[in-house]
C-alpha cells in the first residue's frame, strides 16, 4: 500500500518530525507483521531516524553538517543549493522501519524525521507498507 | 526477483548513473506495486539517489567526501584504501525505492548512482524486485 | 518474521560484528529468496556494512568520524553524547540485506557492524525476515 505525506517545510534548513503521520497510516493499514519503506522523491532533503525527546539533538545535527558542507566553499553546481544535495547523501533518502503487532517499532526516544536543506518547500514522503 | 547488473567503472572515484537498467529490470519484472532494493556487494563502493540532470551535482559530492575523507591523512589499513571505505559507509550499500504502476517511483530529478571510490573496478549491483 | 538480537556493548565507541548471527537467523527461517531488514531501536548507535577480514578498517571509520564530529565542539543536547548523536544518522539506523538460496547475499569482503557510539551499553538489534 502506497501513500504520499505532504509537508511544508519553513526554513533553509529544518528537521520537521513526521513520526505520529507515519505510525497512523501504519496503523490504519491493518499489518500485523511487516515493514514500512519511508522514500523521499527529492536531491536536497533526506529522511532519518534519530532522538525526538530533546529538539536540540536534531539542532546539532544540522549544525554539525552546516559545519561538515559549508555555504561558502566551491562547487560546480550553479544553482548555489550545492551543500543540500551533499546533506541528502549523507542522511539519505530512504530509510526502512519493522511493523510488529500493527505497529511501528522505534525504540523509546526515536522519532522519524524529514530533513530539510534547501526550503522553504513543500515536499513529499512516499511511504510503502508491506505485509510480511 | 534477484537479479544482477555489472558495471566498469573507469575511474579511482566515480559516480556512475544506473536508473536506466533498474527501471527496465523492474518493468520486466511486471510487479504493480512493492519495492525494488539495490545492494552494492562490495566495501569500498556505495549506493545513492541525488540529481542527474546536473553532473556537476554528483562532482560536487565526490569532491566534498575528498576534503571530509582526505587520501593523506593517518589510516591503520595498510591497503591504501582505507578513505575508500570510509566514504563507502557514508553513502550506505543499501537502498530501497518505491514501485507504483509497475514503475520505480522517483522525484523528477532523481538519479540512481553506483558510488565507486576505489576503482577502477568491475562492480556487481544486486537487486531484489520485490511484490507488496 | 521479528527476530531481536542483543549485544553489550564494551567501549564509548565500538563496532562490534553481528554477521554470524543474522547469518544463522537467516538460515533458520528457511525462506528462499527474499530480504533480511536489519534496524537499530537506539539513537546513539548505527548499523553498517563494510570489511570484516581486517579490523583496522572499521577502526578507521571510528577515528574518522571522531574526527569529523569532535567530543570538544559545541552542541545544544546537554547530555554530552551529542557527536553520538550525529554519527548514528552519517551511518544509518537501517540496512537491508538480499537473501538468496537460503542465506544473506553478502561480498567476500563484507560483515554487519553493529556501530556503538555511546557505550558501553545493552543494545538490540531487530530483524525483519521477508520472504519475497
Same sequence: chains 1, 2, 3.
Avoid at 505532504?6 to 493499514?29: D, H, P, Y
Avoid at 526502512?96 to 500493527?102: R, S
Wanted: hydrophobic share 40%; aromatic share 4%.
Amino acid at each position: 500500500m502506497i501513500e504520499t505525506i505532504e509537508r511544508q517545510t519553513k526554513a533553509k534548513v529544518e528537521f520537521q518530525e513526521i513520526t505520529g503521520e507515519i505510525q497512523r497510516l501504519v496503523e490504519s493499514a491493518s499489518i500485523e507483521t511487516g515493514m514500512c519503506h519511508v522514500f523521499v522523491p527529492h536531491t536536497t532533503a533526506g529522511i532519518i531516524v534519530n532522538e525526538h525527546a530533546d529538539p536540540s539533538v536534531v539542532q546539532d545535527i544540522a549544525e554539525c553538517l552546516n559545519r561538515l558542507v559549508p555555504q561558502d566553499s566551491e562547487y560546480h553546481h550553479a544553482e548555489g543549493n550545492a551543500p543540500a544535495h551533499i546533506k541528502a547523501s549523507l542522511m539519505g533518502s530512504s530509510l526502512t522501519l519493522p511493523i510488529e503487532n500493527g505497529k511501528l517499532v522505534l525504540g523509546t526516544w526515536q522519532g522519524i524525521f524529514l530533513c530539510e536543506f534547501d526550503g522553504p518547500r513543500r515536499r513529499n514522503i512516499v511511504l510503502n507498507i508491506i505485509k510480511a
